[in-house]
């Protein structure tokens, strides 16, 4: 363990740092910082003087064209992160707040609209309960004397509370002050929890989340970890990482390193009871022990000697407040080192327990607010080094509260910006035993034990975000170490390359290189419709969780393989070739082609193969009902009912001959294994995502079943050659990708039904489509639709028991008695009035009672358990949804828009229309 | 190379702009929350969704974001190593020169020196003509940084082996003067003289072995003797000034020692040294210990101070090479207490990973337990010594995989180790065991005798032990 005889020249300073800095966006580049003559003294050795930042280095050059998917996806992991658009305010008020000092306003109150909507039970329950004699919500007029005394009617305030609802988000609505007055009324009263504290408490946590949204550093460290093979002449190693429906299964995967790694048999898997932030590992006397952490949970797994059996579990810890750092022992087996984030570091050994080392919640060398903590094991089995956000700080495990020395300090001492903390620590035991990597949000230093506060080197890193993962690749023999350094949110991978500590001196070596980050993998997968895509760059774009990088030799290949997991559970990787010869000339790129531009994502071909697809669309379709078409390069499944025939026939294509490969330095199109992997991967992912509860609600696509339109009954009904043809038409329509057409031909239109009420709001829409929106003004709109309102509910008045209500009392019931309508009598009753309308859109209704509307009767009301005075009220509510669904078709002369969206997207209108389901929940407890 | 003719000729053409007091840009004002907003860190860039452009400062912003773009390209070619494409977009990122608004630390200027000296290295870093060239220009592009541009190009010059043409920079960069230097500056200029006066050094070192080469044979210039007296005299001055000043200077002070020591001044060359080591401005550099010792071993000063200031290096770093040399030194020594040390020493270096398989190591320590064993006396050192370590050592040290390992890959170290953990742990251990049948079976001789030898003194082990 020799000492470097002479190191590179730097002054040293103390205290807190002077540079006022900034980011720097190009701080690392075109610098020697240093030199240092190299050899002794003798000055023929050329070059005398050897730089602290070499440009001479080890030359990687990534074999794929972006990062490849090794396991299945996560098929459990739906649940989509927090925004920033969830949480900040955008509107009216925001743009106030902007012009004042404060920037992002979190809007709790939406939190608590959506809250009081989603569990109104649990916000207004017990007032609600004590009012409900004293509300009345009816049309009727109270008879009662002794009712009369004690109940009010709220109808109208409903009322008003509906118009507010409708018209959510235009500018101009304005507040009632009847509304106003009853909000100011029941403020202090009405809520379960006081509304004050309830919107503390929602303020709060939105503060955390959006603290978290910026910085999160709680899964610093990284979860992913590679255990190497047990001996070199085997090529398995085992990668643990974490999984499942919320991060909360550990897996242990065996992986076998070939020319491309694969994963060998199923992995070992363990429930645990939290979400796994981090997974460290460590091999001490030939044992792997694996160390996780959750929140609250720590766990430490020792690998089985043999081959085949499963890890076994040693001991769990349990800790009261969030543990932050969790690492394992390079020296003693059955050691781990753990941090709270009270402040409080201890020494966990699996046989003697846990061992407090230090417990302070201040920070060390200065004030910061951050209980991040971080304890690394160092050169000494004894002697650890514990870290917050202000600098790193050894202790003697045996005497930690009189043995120790400062390591490294944000301060003058290492250069540092101001606003520098640290972020991610790690001991480098596997390149040097007494070097240490400290990472901080600017910069990346290397530290040798033997020479506290003084970096060996430092380097700007120039990353957006802060390194939050980081690995080391030691280089054997005299060649350089890789250091990998990932963040999160960003998904940056860096690479890095340096040499020395022992005889010379750290120098960094090579120019730093990016790698590919798992989003870059999206232009190379297959072409999918747009909500597809969607899906896709959201799954991709997920932060990063983990990163593992191992050095693989096979033959005279040199390669470097490098794991990374997003915070989704997807393990993907990329493989590094190493040119063993550097050519003098180091730009790859130069003399083969103009370099494409970063943003190329649009232009980047699809891979050869998917096309291919067509050729086995016809005679599947013949078979039966077929769930799955291949539009030119389209992906469409219809159905979530995947027959077996189309995953055989799907990993067909590419394997044929890859007409674009070449064994050029970076290819831009991925090799057939890797497209093989990338259609593997895409399949088993929308499978999962249509079959996933997700894809059902919120943004994700409607589905349609057509075992919800027509039943086998009703088919049957049908006559076979008439149900061929629609087939027919169906299918041709969508090969065309046009629309279908209507069932048959058409029956004369009927004339729309005799109603006042369109012409108001077809001259309304007509004004607006002419532009003239703004010139009637709000009052005009407002006045014109109170007295729209107003003549409907004398219409209604009028045919009061046999009332049309239609469309919308639940989304299915409705949509359903709709369609059973449509195809009871074998016909449509009423064609759809433009003549390229699609089949599936809400027909108008005339206004004598249609069968379906006995679900609204009063008897049937009755059988639901709704009170008499309700009832009526329950109608009204309904009818003024319907109203939006209906009023175009009833007007269609007047409106000169065609209707012109596609089937798919028109169900979709509807059906969210209808099944919004805040919409049908009963306001405010009563 | 017509992109590096047009991005020369570009910079050129636009004049040095001082740094005009502007506004910040309008985007990071809306991300000037109230405290609580703010992220716990102070994130180098914050993320696009959160940037939010205010309309009324449009232009500057649109300007400001292809600027920031362009920039983002050139990064993105950097970090793929594609030199020319970054090249391309520098050319165009020079227009960032024209409204150079920024108040901030690091303006277009310097980036366009940082990135296009990179690219330069990268993409054709024989061709020192076109570097020069392109640093002159940079040089003149602001004040604030040109003695760091001089002292980069400098050390550009000197890894290629351009040492006169790097003298000559040096020189220059040394005559300049602009006013009153800023603090980075003055320390700026405090290297370059520092580099200035090794260069001197090292001419002088030159002359110094020609002429010993050819006084040997009678042969005196005293033209060549006085340029290296002038020689001494200009880095003499020059590497005394920056030593005085707290940092790391391993290269200056060893010239500057080596000079004085020539002339015979040893008296300066000790306090500079003294200095450097136990100043307790300067950081704990182990090599300033060294170059102490060496220096005392030189001169051959006495052994107590040499003890002494080895004695100190041992308590900075225990882990320290010199330590094996210090242990030997002190094994060697007829007094008890040395003796005490040594033990203490060599127990300490092998405390640490990086000595865990060091052969040397464990033979001094082994020959130190052997001599403590054989006389029977200060077994209680061991005790001493053993007391910390007794938790840890065997699981470290002495574990069964260690034992198959080190018989594996090297039998003289699993001998060494065997004796110590035979005499600490007893004949019972596992590594001792493992080690000696397996030495038994081999027919090595000195295994039989090893484990004659700890079986003998089994009796050492229960008094270690405290049994």
């Known amino acids: 363990m020799e000492f470097p005889g002479a190191l590179f020249p730097s002054y040293f300073g103390s205290g807190p740092p002077n540079d006022e800095a900034g980011p720097a966006p190009a701080a690392g580049w075109g610098e020697r910082g240093e030199v240092l003559q190299a050899g002794s003294g003798r000055r023929q050795v050329l070059p005398p003087f050897v730089p602290l930042r070499g440009h001479e280095g080890e030359s990687w050059t990534p074999a794929e064209a972006a990062a490849v998917p090794l396991l299945p996806p996560n098929v459990g992991c739906w649940v989509p992160g927090v925004t920033p658009q969830d949480i900040l305010y955008r509107g009216v008020l925001h743009r106030k707040l902007r012009t004042g000092r404060s920037g992002a306003a979190l809007d709790f109150a939406k939190q608590l609209g959506h809250f009081f909507v989603d569990h109104p039970e649990d916000a207004f329950s017990s007032l609600g309960r004590l009012l409900h004699k004293n509300f009345h919500l009816g049309d009727s007029r109270l008879r009662k004397g002794s009712a009369r005394d004690t109940t009010i009617r709220m109808t109208s305030l409903v009322e008003k509370i509906n118009h507010m609802e409708a018209r959510r988000g235009c500018p101009q609505h304005p507040f009632t002050s009847h509304l106003r007055l009853f909000s100011h009324l029941c403020r202090d009263w009405l809520f379960e929890v006081p509304l004050g504290l309830l919107a503390d408490c929602v303020h709060e946590e939105l503060l955390l989340q959006w603290t978290s949204l910026l910085f999160d550093d709680s899964s610093t460290g990284g979860a992913l970890a590679w255990l190497p093979p047990r001996d070199a002449s085997s090529h398995v190693g085992c990668l643990v990482y974490p999984g499942g429906l919320a991060m909360n299964h550990l897996y242990f995967q065996d992986v076998v390193l070939e020319e491309q790694p694969r994963a060998r048999g199923l992995p070992v898997q363990f429930e645990l009871n939290g979400r796994i932030r981090q997974v460290a590992a460590a091999r001490v006397d030939g044992q792997d022990f694996v160390g996780v952490r959750s929140d609250y949970y720590c766990g430490v797994w020792r690998m089985p000697g043999k081959t085949g059996a499963a890890p076994s579990s040693l001991q769990v810890i349990h800790t009261d407040v969030p543990a932050s750092c969790l690492t394992v022992s390079p020296h003693l087996s059955g050691e781990l080192s753990v941090c709270t984030q009270s402040g409080a570091v201890y020494l966990w050994n699996v046989e003697t327990g846990l061992q407090r080392l230090r417990h302070d919640p201040q920070t060390m060398f200065f004030r910061d607010h951050s209980p991040w903590r971080w304890s690394d094991f160092t050169a000494h089995p004894r002697v650890l080094s514990c870290a917050d956000r202000t600098g790193i700080l050894c202790l003697d495990a045996r005497a930690p509260t009189s043995c120790h020395f400062n390591f490294f300090k944000v301060g003058e001492e290492a250069k540092c910006q101001q606003g520098e903390r640290v972020v991610l620590p790690m001991y480098l035991g596997r390149a040097h035993p007494c070097q240490h990597l400290v990472a901080t949000q600017f910069a990346m230093y290397l530290l040798d034990e033997r020479l506290p506060l003084v970096p060996v080197l430092k380097w700007a890193h120039m990353m957006k975000a802060p390194p939050l993962l980081a690995d080391i690749v030691p280089g054997e023999s005299g060649r350089s170490h890789k250091v990998l350094l990932g963040t999160s949110h960003t998904q940056e991978l860096l690479l890095l390359q340096y040499t020395g500590g022992s005889q010379m001196a750290c120098q960094l070596t090579g120019p730093p290189q990016r790698l590919h980050s798992i989003a870059s993998c999206l232009p190379h997968l297959p072409t999918q419709l747009p909500h597809q895509h969607h899906l896709l760059q959201q799954r991709l774009s997920i932060p990063a969780a983990g990163l593992a990088a191992v050095k693989h030799e096979q033959g005279q290949q040199d390669s470097l393989l490098v794991f990374q997991l997003s915070e989704a559970g997807d393990v993907f990787y990329q493989t590094l070739r190493h040119e063993a010869a550097p050519t003098p000339v180091p730009d790859q790129r130069d003399e083969s082609e103009p370099a494409p531009t970063p943003d190329k994502g649009d232009e980047a071909e699809a891979p050869p193969g998917s096309p291919i697809l067509l050729g086995s669309e016809g005679e599947e379709q013949e078979e039966e009902e077929e769930q799955t078409f291949y539009l030119s390069n389209l992906e469409v499944i219809i159905n979530d009912e995947e027959e077996e025939e189309e995953v055989v026939a799907t990993p067909a294509a590419p394997e044929e001959p890859e007409p674009h490969a070449s064994p050029r330095p970076a290819p831009d199109v991925p090799s057939a294994a890797a497209t093989l992997r990338y259609r593997r991967w895409l399949r088993a992912l929308l499978q999962a995502w249509v079959s996933s509860p997700a894809s059902s609600c919120g943004s994700g696509r409607p589905t349609l079943s057509q075992r919800r339109l027509f039943t086998r009954k009703e088919l049957s009904e049908v006559a076979p050659s008439a149900l061929q043809q629609y087939r027919l038409q169906l299918h041709q329509a969508m090969r065309e990708q046009g629309r279908v057409q209507r069932w048959e031909p058409a029956p004369e239109p009927p004339s729309p039904p005799p109603s006042l009420e369109p012409s108001a709001l077809s001259s309304r829409l007509t004004a607006a489509w002419k532009g003239e929106w703004g010139a009637m003004g709000p009052s005009g709109s407002t006045l014109q639709r109170q007295r729209a309102l107003r003549e409907r509910r004398r219409q209604q008045k009028r045919n009061r028991a046999h009332r049309s209500l239609s469309a919308s009392f639940t989304s299915s019931i409705t949509y359903q008695s709709e369609l059973s309508e449509l195809s009871e009598g074998g016909t449509p009753r009423t064609p759809p009035a433009t003549p390229r309308e699609v089949v599936v859109c809400s027909q108008p209704r005339t206004p004598p009672q249609s069968p379906n509307d006995t679900l609204l009767s009063s008897q049937e009301l009755q059988s639901r358990g709704i009170p008499k005075e309700r009832r009526r009220t329950l109608r009204d509510y309904l009818s003024m949804w319907t109203e939006g669904p209906q009023d175009p078709p009833e007007a269609p002369s007047s409106i000169t828009v065609q209707r012109c969206i596609p089937s798919s997207q028109s169900s979709q209108s509807q059906l969210s229309s209808a099944s919004q389901p805040r919409r049908k929940r009963p306001r405010m407890g009563f | ?467």
């Open chain 2, 1 to 467: 190379m017509r992109f590096l003719c047009a991005f020369s000729t570009l910079a050129a053409e636009v004049p040095p702009c001082p740094a005009a007091p502007t506004a910040r840009c309008g985007a990071m004002e809306g991300l000037r929350a109230g405290s609580a907003l703010q992220p716990t860190l102070h994130l180098p860039f914050l993320p696009r969704h959160f940037y939010r452009a205010a309309s009324s400062k449009e232009h500057r912003l649109n300007f400001w974001k292809s600027k920031e773009m362009c920039l983002n390209y050139i990064q993105d070619a950097l970090l793929q190593k594609q030199w020319r494409r970054a090249a391309e977009f520098l050319t165009s990122y020079i227009e960032a020169l024209e409204k150079d608004f920024s108040t901030k630390f690091m303006g277009p200027s310097e980036m366009i020196w940082r990135i296009g000296s990179e690219i330069l290295c990268n993409h054709s870093h024989r061709n020192m003509r076109e570097f020069s060239s392109f640093i002159e220009q940079m040089k003149s592009l602001g004040i604030k940084r040109y003695l760091k541009v001089c002292l980069e190009h400098a050390f550009h010059l000197l890894c290629n082996g351009l040492i006169d043409e790097a003298y000559r920079n040096l020189s220059l960069a040394e005559s300049w003067r602009f006013g009153e230097l800023t603090v980075v500056q003055d320390k700026e200029m405090k290297l370059i003289q520092a580099y200035r006066g090794l260069l001197d050094y090292y001419t002088w070192s030159n002359q110094k072995n020609i002429l010993l080469e050819y006084g040997k044979d009678g042969f005196e210039d005293s033209s060549v003797e006085q340029e290296m007296h002038s020689c001494f005299r200009k880095a003499a001055v020059s590497l005394k000034e920056i030593i005085k000043i707290p940092g790391v200077w391993d290269l200056f002070v060893k010239a500057y020692v080596d000079l004085l020591e020539f002339y015979g001044d040893h008296q300066e060359a000790r306090e500079v040294l003294t200095d450097y080591a136990y100043n307790s401005k300067f950081p704990t550099n182990p090599n300033a210990h060294v170059y102490f010792c060496q220096f005392l071993k030189r001169h051959g000063a006495p052994k107590k101070s040499l003890i002494s200031a080895l004695k100190i290096l041992h308590d900075i770093v225990p882990s320290h090479e010199l330590m094996i040399d210090f242990n030997t030194m002190l094994q060697k020594s007829k007094k008890r207490k040395r003796r005490r040390l040594g033990l203490e020493v060599i127990f300490a270096v092998l405390d640490y990973a990086g000595w865990k398989e060091n052969v040397k190591a464990w033979s001094c320590l082994a020959r130190q337990v052997k001599q403590i064993v054989i006389s029977e006396k200060h077994l209680n050192w061991i005790k001493q010594e053993w007391n910390s370590r007794r938790d840890w050592w065997p699981a470290f040290h002495f574990s069964r995989y260690l034992a198959k390992r080190n018989w594996q890959e090297n039998e003289s170290l699993s001998y060494e180790k065997a004796l110590v953990a035979g005499v600490l742990l007893g004949k019972d251990c596992k590594y001792f065991k493992y080690v000696s049948r397996q030495g038994c079976k081999a027919q090595v001789k000195k295994f039989r005798t090893l484990k004659k030898f700890v079986t003998k003194h089994s009796s050492a082990y229960l008094s270690i032990s405290g049994l």
